[in-house]
Each structure stands twice: as structure tokens, then as C-alpha cells.
């Protein structure tokens, strides 16, 4: 079956950085387009951004400038690098698969990891 695993949260002052993992099993990797959401509690789970199965990405604008997303087709791994973190990036962000892209949209797909969380705080 699918499985995907998210890995590398933790708390980190805001300005500080951070790199989350997704490791992917049970699909042919290299043919998925991928995507990264985020979800803090109350709120209804975002888009953070998304990478097609030919490299193209496209980020939410709250992100653009300091979150970069990138795969490794021979690791079956995507990656999301987080550099000057702000507090409202605090959340539990989500791996996901198996989805739509279309043109530079991203539409959800049917399969999730269980999040890993990330707080920014002083």
C-alpha cells in the first residue's frame, strides 16, 4: 500500500530554518506530482506547494521567497527547505500524493503522511 512518512519538524525563533522530508513507498514515484500542506489547529488545511512530476513548482504566496520544495526521484523523497520561519508558519505540515497538476495548479491527492509538526517561537 501507499505509504508516506514526513520527518525533520521540530521548534525553531523565528529567522531560523528548517528541512522537511517525505518519504514515499507503494507508487511509482517518479510519475506523482507531490504536494506540502499545512494545518494548525481551527484552521482549514493550506496548500504550502507543490512539484510536478517534471520539476515544475508552484508555492503559496504567504511562502515564495523563503520555502523551496525539490525531489529525489532516486531516493523517492521530497524535500521542503524553510529558511526566515515566522511564527504564523507555526503548524502541522503533511505530506501528499497522487495528485493533479494542471497547469500551475495542484489539485489534492487521495494519499497523506501523518504530519510532522513545526513551531516557531522566541
Known amino acids: 500500500q501507499v505509504q508516506l512518512v514526513e520527518s525533520g519538524g521540530g521548534l525553531v525563533q523565528p529567522g531560523g530554518s528548517l528541512r522537511l522530508s517525505c518519504a514515499a513507498s507503494?507508487?511509482?514515484?517518479?510519475?506523482?506530482?507531490m504536494g506540502w500542506y499545512r494545518q494548525a489547529p481551527g484552521n482549514q488545511r493550506e496548500l504550502v506547494a507543490s512539484?510536478?512530476?517534471?520539476?515544475?513548482?508552484v508555492y503559496a504566496d504567504s511562502v515564495k521567497g523563503r520555502f523551496t520544495i525539490s525531489r529525489d526521484n532516486a531516493k523517492n523523497t521530497v524535500s521542503l527547505q524553510m529558511n526566515s520561519l515566522k511564527p504564523e508558519d507555526t503548524a502541522v505540515f503533511y505530506c501528499?500524493?497522487?495528485?493533479?497538476?494542471?497547469?500551475?495548479?495542484?489539485?489534492?491527492?487521495?494519499?497523506w503522511g501523518q504530519g510532522t509538526q513545526v513551531t516557531v517561537s522566541s
Open positions: 501528499n500524493a497522487g495528485g493533479i497538476s494542471f497547469g500551475i495548479k495542484y489539485y489534492t491527492g487521495p494519499y
Open positions: 507503494g507508487i511509482i514515484f517518479s510519475t506523482n506530482a
Open positions: 512539484i510536478s512530476s517534471g520539476g515544475i513548482t
